[in-house]
């Protein structure tokens, strides 16, 4: 069994061992022999952040499948590429649809489809607003708005479907999505690119639910609760509250414990839930 150490300030596991926290994924999905990786004692907290957003009028230029095609549907994403990955922040982006009518959109994974209703609307995109981590898979409607030359755009959201649609896209390495109006249809397929780097991300804020992902299939993750120094911007190892095992997705989403939620919530300082990362950058709370 391999020990992976992810820099050179990580250090060994707290006394009280891992405890099994996440659904461990089905047969076939990871790679073997398991790997560990170890938690450090102390973290150095950074943080960063910026406001980009997914530009759906920029991609009719930008992605040249669909500057030909009306009418249109596809994911857009921050960086305009014509791929989905998990996680990441997309919109619904639609072309050539009447922003009268709702559209009907559904999504597969694998052999697996997935409908919501596109709704338009005459409020106007606001860019900060942020939309559930499964939309398009959560079978609730979704606001779009209408925006430059005929294109209705969605409020973004962190792309997190759920772990059964996650697994069914990583294997057959494509998402399909068509768009359905009257006598209006369009379909587009984006190719699925797994994470590499290493990282976690909150799902929806106040869910206590935290995506781990980019490490490679068969890694044991041990998930750690921090607390912060008030005097500097480091924090220090409470615990182990758990281990997730990286599946075919290299995405995981550990939901903190409801005891470490209350305990932390009633003590003074600041705590944080994370993992060993060389860096630790917005250290998600419990």
């Not at 294109?151 to 999505?177: H, M, T, Y």
């Not at 500097?232 to 995405?251: F, W, Y």
Request: glycine share 8%; proline share 8%.
């Amino acid at each position: 069994m391999g020990i992976v150490m992810l820099s050179s300030a990580i250090s060994g596991c707290s006394a009280g061992g891992p405890t099994r926290a996440a659904a461990l994924p089905s047969a076939g999905t990871t790679t073997d022999p398991a790997t560990d990786v170890l938690l450090a004692q102390q973290i150095t907290l950074l943080a960063a952040g910026d406001g980009a957003a997914p530009d759906c009028t920029a991609d009719l230029s930008r992605i040249p499948s669909l500057g030909s095609t009306s009418p249109a549907v596809w994911i857009g994403n921050i960086q305009g590429k014509d791929r989905v990955s998990t996680p990441e922040e997309v919109a619904l982006c639609l072309s050539g649809f009447s922003p009268d009518e709702p559209v009907k959109v559904t999504v597969t994974a694998g052999n697996k489809q997935y409908e919501i209703t596109a709704q338009p609307t005459p409020s106007e995109l606001t860019y900060q607003h942020m939309e559930p981590s499964e939309s398009l898979f959560n079978g609730q409607e979704l606001a779009v708005h209408e925006q430059s030359g005929g294109v209705l755009q969605s409020e973004k959201w962190w792309f997190v479907p759920p772990s059964a649609a996650r697994e069914d896209l990583a294997a057959a390495g494509k998402l399909a999505i068509q768009a359905d109006q009257g006598s209006l249809t369009a379909q587009h397929s984006h190719p699925v690119e797994l994470p590499t780097r290493a990282d976690r991300l909150v799902v929806d804020n106040g869910s206590h639910r935290i995506l781990i992902y980019g490490f490679q299939p068969g890694m044991r993750v041990p998930v750690g609760l921090y607390k912060a120094d008030s005097q500097s911007d480091r924090a220090s190892l409470v615990r182990q509250i758990g281990t997730v095992v990286m599946p075919r997705s290299r995405t995981v989403v550990f939901t903190v414990p409801s005891a470490v939620v209350n305990e932390a919530g009633g003590q003074e300082g600041s705590y944080c839930v994370t993992v060993p990362l060389p860096e630790q950058y917005n250290c998600p709370q419990p």
